[in-house]
Each structure stands twice: as structure tokens, then as C-alpha cells.
């Protein structure tokens, strides 16, 4: 061995883990700065009461009842419950969640000139997407859970049946209630990342947001060809523990794609949504 080999000092063995460390000090920085950002703004707390709307749905039919002797009973609560999920949350309400706040993530950003300042520090590019989208999904989710589980229990309040309580408790139905969660969190992940994708670079993101919710994923989706493998709806729906709209074309249409394949899917939207959100932020110069 020469004297100069010898001399040269040995790498360290715990670098690698060090600057595992420093990255998701990153990402936690980033984090923790734009969770409280979201929190002190107006858009979440205007999400959350339109969240809550779809699930004051079974308190209007109880008013309803009281004004109105025709008005009929009120329809199995787990039936009511899985309906609304199919129709308002599965096409309304996820979609306005993952439009208003995925857009967000890197063009407010942009456009109130705060990005500048996360640039100014030491930090990655890809900490800042990925810190930004992190802390969207958890607070979007807490919102859209918040108001799946009011649903719920409002649905069985509303049964007002003596044992109501022991069967809203029943282990299988609030198997269906956590899994219907699940879905929804791990959808909407997906939704927010791919919109912040667009965000980043298309001008006018809402626009073509808009298009792609109440166009294509409404409409491909229900359609007997293979076209619609490529919405992030079908897969999302596929995911679910219970039959909702698109299942019951399935009998007509074929069998549905294998849940596992489904939900590989949307990790890989996920990810490649956020890939290229990372990469647009690099291309660009930031004033």
C-alpha cells in the first residue's frame, strides 16, 4: 500500500445513516412549517364545513320527519351510509379536497412568494414537495375522516331503534367504516399528489383540474372498455370493502382489476406525481 493511500482517511461508517437523518430533518422541517401555515388559514377551515355538510345529511331527514308527517323512515343506516359515500364523497367531496389543497402545494407557494424564503435555507427541492404534500394529506384527511365518521354516526342516530347503539359498536360495521377510511386517505394521497404535479406545470391547474375530476374520472370510469384502467377513480373504487357504483357494472363489464394491482397503482401515480413535481421545481427559477 502506498504512503499515499495510507494517508488518505477511511469513510466514515455511519455517513450514510447521518444524512438519512438530515434528509428527513428536512422533510420534517418543512413539514412542520406548512402544517402550521394550512392551520392558520382560511381554505381548511372552509374544507372542513363543507366537509361536514354531506354529513348532516341523515339530521336534515330527522327535521324533515318533524315537519313532515309524510316524509318516510329513514333507510338502513349502514345502506344510507354506504350510498352517500358512493355518491357525494367518492365525486364531490374528494375531489374538492385533493383540487383546492393539491393544487396548492407548490403554486401558492409560488404565488406568494414563500417559496423564495424555503430556498433561501438548505434544503432540497424534493424535502420541500415532499414536506409541502405530507402535511396537505394529513390535515385533508383529518378532515375527510372527520366527517366520514360524523356520517356514520349520525346515519345510526338517526335509525333511532333501541339497540342502534350495540349494532353502530357491531365489529363488521365499523370494519367497513375504518376500511372506507383507509380508501379514502390512501386516495386521496394519490389525488393531491398528482394535482400538485399539475399545479406545478400547467398555467391555470385549476382549470384543467376541473376537467379531469367531473370529466374524465366521471365519466371514463363507467365506461365498458379498458379506457378506464388509466382514472385514478376505478382503482380507488375497486379498493373498496363494499359495493359502490362502478362494482355493480363489473357483473356487465367484466371482473375488476386485483385489489393489490389497484393499489400499486396509486403508489406509483404517487410517486411519479411527486417525481416530476420535484423535477419541475428544479427546471424553474424561482423569483
Request: aromatic share 12%.
Given at each position: 500500500m502506498?504512503?499515499?493511500?495510507?494517508?488518505?482517511?477511511?469513510?466514515?461508517?455511519?455517513?450514510?445513516?447521518?444524512?438519512?437523518?438530515?434528509?428527513?430533518?428536512?422533510?420534517?422541517?418543512?413539514?412542520?412549517?406548512?402544517?402550521?401555515?394550512?392551520?392558520?388559514?382560511?381554505?381548511?377551515?372552509?374544507?372542513?364545513?363543507?366537509?361536514?355538510?354531506?354529513?348532516?345529511?341523515?339530521?336534515?331527514?330527522?327535521?324533515?320527519?318533524?315537519?313532515?308527517?309524510?316524509?318516510?323512515?329513514?333507510?338502513?343506516?349502514?345502506?344510507?351510509?354506504?350510498?352517500?359515500?358512493?355518491?357525494?364523497?367518492?365525486?364531490?367531496?374528494?375531489?374538492?379536497?385533493?383540487?383546492?389543497?393539491?393544487?396548492?402545494?407548490?403554486?401558492?407557494e409560488?404565488?406568494?412568494k414563500?417559496?423564495?424564503?424555503?430556498?433561501?435555507?438548505?434544503?432540497?427541492?424534493?424535502?420541500?414537495?415532499?414536506?409541502?404534500?405530507?402535511?396537505?394529506?394529513?390535515?385533508?384527511?383529518?378532515?375527510?375522516?372527520?366527517?366520514?365518521?360524523?356520517?356514520?354516526?349520525?346515519?345510526?342516530?338517526?335509525?333511532?331503534?333501541?339497540?342502534?347503539?350495540?349494532?353502530?359498536?357491531?365489529?363488521?360495521?365499523?370494519?367497513?367504516?375504518?376500511?372506507?377510511?383507509?380508501?379514502?386517505?390512501?386516495?386521496?394521497?394519490?389525488?393531491?399528489a398528482?394535482?400538485?404535479?399539475?399545479?406545478?406545470?400547467?398555467?391555470?391547474?385549476?382549470?384543467?383540474?376541473?376537467?379531469?375530476?367531473?370529466?374524465?374520472?366521471?365519466?371514463?370510469?363507467?365506461?365498458?372498455?379498458?379506457?378506464?384502467?388509466?382514472?385514478?377513480?376505478?382503482?380507488?373504487?375497486?379498493?373498496?370493502?363494499?359495493?359502490?357504483?362502478?362494482?355493480?357494472?363489473?357483473?356487465?363489464?367484466?371482473?375488476?382489476?386485483?385489489?393489490?394491482?389497484?393499489?400499486?397503482?396509486?403508489?406509483?401515480?404517487?410517486?411519479?406525481?411527486?417525481?416530476?413535481?420535484?423535477?419541475?421545481?428544479?427546471?424553474?427559477?424561482i423569483?
Amino acid at each position: 500500500m502506498s504512503a499515499t493511500a495510507a494517508a488518505q482517511p477511511l469513510p466514515s461508517a455511519p455517513a450514510a445513516p447521518r444524512r438519512v437523518a438530515l434528509r428527513l430533518a428536512q422533510v420534517r422541517a418543512v413539514f412542520g412549517l406548512s402544517l402550521r401555515i394550512t392551520l392558520r388559514g382560511k381554505r381548511i377551515w372552509i374544507l372542513g364545513f363543507i366537509a361536514l355538510v354531506p354529513a348532516l345529511l341523515p339530521v336534515l331527514h330527522m327535521v324533515l320527519v318533524r315537519l313532515f308527517t309524510h316524509v318516510g323512515r329513514f333507510p338502513p343506516a349502514m345502506d344510507f351510509f354506504k350510498n352517500v359515500v358512493s355518491v357525494l364523497y367518492l365525486h364531490v367531496l374528494l375531489y374538492v379536497l385533493a383540487l383546492a389543497c393539491g393544487l396548492a402545494i407548490v403554486s401558492d407557494e409560488v404565488e406568494d412568494k414563500t417559496l423564495v424564503h424555503l430556498l433561501l435555507r438548505p434544503l432540497p427541492r424534493w424535502a420541500i414537495v415532499v414536506g409541502r404534500w405530507l402535511s396537505t394529506w394529513l390535515v385533508t384527511s383529518v378532515v375527510l375522516v372527520g366527517s366520514l365518521i360524523a356520517l356514520y354516526a349520525l346515519s345510526w342516530a338517526a335509525q333511532q331503534e333501541f339497540d342502534v347503539g350495540r349494532r353502530a359498536l357491531d365489529h363488521f360495521n365499523l370494519t367497513i367504516l375504518a376500511l372506507d377510511c383507509l380508501v379514502f386517505v390512501f386516495a386521496l394521497g394519490a389525488y393531491l399528489a398528482l394535482f400538485s404535479c399539475v399545479g406545478a406545470w400547467l398555467p391555470h391547474g385549476e382549470r384543467w383540474g376541473v376537467v379531469f375530476c367531473f370529466g374524465w374520472e366521471s365519466l371514463i370510469t363507467y365506461l365498458p372498455a379498458r379506457l378506464k384502467w388509466f382514472t385514478l377513480m376505478y382503482h380507488a373504487q375497486t379498493l373498496f370493502p363494499h359495493k359502490v357504483s362502478v362494482n355493480k357494472l363489473f357483473s356487465v363489464w367484466g371482473e375488476p382489476l386485483p385489489k393489490l394491482t389497484c393499489a400499486l397503482i396509486l403508489v406509483i401515480v404517487t410517486v411519479v406525481s411527486l417525481a416530476l413535481t420535484v423535477w419541475n421545481l428544479k427546471r424553474r427559477e424561482i423569483r
